[in-house]
């Protein structure tokens, strides 16, 4: 399967595989020019990104100077919003298709605080910290 290049792309397959395996979606919402979107379920409420690549210097800026570790950002404008929505689980899409999940409170109890070079406040958690639910 070839990449997923946009964002679209990737919340689309996404929502293609979830009905597929049943979860019944009452409404959509899409935040930050369509970056992020909240599916509001029947059962559960989900928030979803994609994402070109993981933080690749996570590990370096919050563990040690040698650490290898990734992590997953997310602006913290939108997860506020997300979480206003009662979310309770975080979904990032990779190009490659591989689809991670973090419950909510988890990625709040383990996410580190930071402002980025854009001067917005972002929080980020290892991507270990996550479970590769499936490939879209």
């Not at 997923?4 to 409404?27: L, S, T, Y």
Request: glycine share 4%.
């Amino acid at each position: 399967m070839k990449p997923i290049q946009i964002f679209e792309a990737a919340h689309r397959r996404f929502i293609n595989k979830i009905i597929e395996e049943g979860f019944k979606i009452v409404d959509l919402a899409w935040i930050n020019k369509n970056r992020y979107c909240i599916i509001f379920g029947v059962e559960k409420n989900l928030l979803v990104t994609f994402k070109r690549e993981l933080f690749h210097s996570f590990g370096t800026m919050f563990i040690n100077k040698n650490s290898p570790e990734e992590g997953d950002t997310i602006n913290y404008e939108e997860l506020k919003v997300a979480l206003h929505h009662n979310i309770e689980e975080i979904y990032t899409i990779l190009p490659n298709g591989n689809t991670y999940m973090i419950k909510a409170q988890d990625f709040l109890m383990k996410c580190e605080h930071w402002t980025n070079r854009a001067r917005k406040e972002v929080r980020s958690a290892p991507i270990k910290e996550y479970e590769m639910v499936f490939k879209i």
